[in-house]
């Protein structure tokens, strides 16, 4: 009488572990990729160029000494034209450039990958023990 319930926990458990385990796999491996692409990312000084009433023109040098422009939408203070600001530019893309600090791309997905595998991982070995008892 007393193993049906242990029982039924550890099958609960296993549903869990199944459920978990992978989806936190994937969430590391695709929060790893992230990073690594967003390490990439170098910062380089832009100037604005010409301010529209909801964006602001961006132009700057890439590393062969190419000229980019970019538009980008105006948030905060209103910049005045010639004001510097520092942009993120990935190498694969230097037409397309980050406003915001890439250095925190991938976190989130780590922190939840790192959760549910860890909880999937308990789950698992929860599994092969309650059955035991």
Do not use: C
């Amino acid at each position: 009488m007393t193993a049906e319930p242990l029982t039924a926990l550890a099958l609960a458990t296993e549903v869990l572990a199944w459920l978990a385990l992978p989806v936190g796999v994937v969430l590391v491996v695709i929060g790893l990729a992230r990073r690594s692409w967003a390490a990439r990312y170098e910062p380089v000084q832009a100037v604005i160029t010409n301010v529209r009433e909801h964006e602001a023109k961006l132009r700057w040098f890439s590393q062969g000494a190419e000229v980019h422009e970019s538009s980008s939408p105006l948030t905060g203070p209103i910049p005045a034209v010639g004001d510097g600001r520092t942009v993120w530019v990935h190498p694969a893309r230097p037409e397309s450039p980050r406003l915001d600090d890439p250095s925190h791309d991938g976190r989130a997905l780590l922190l939840l990958g790192g959760i549910l595998g860890g909880i999937g991982l308990l789950a698992a070995v929860a599994s092969f023990v309650l059955p035991l008892f």
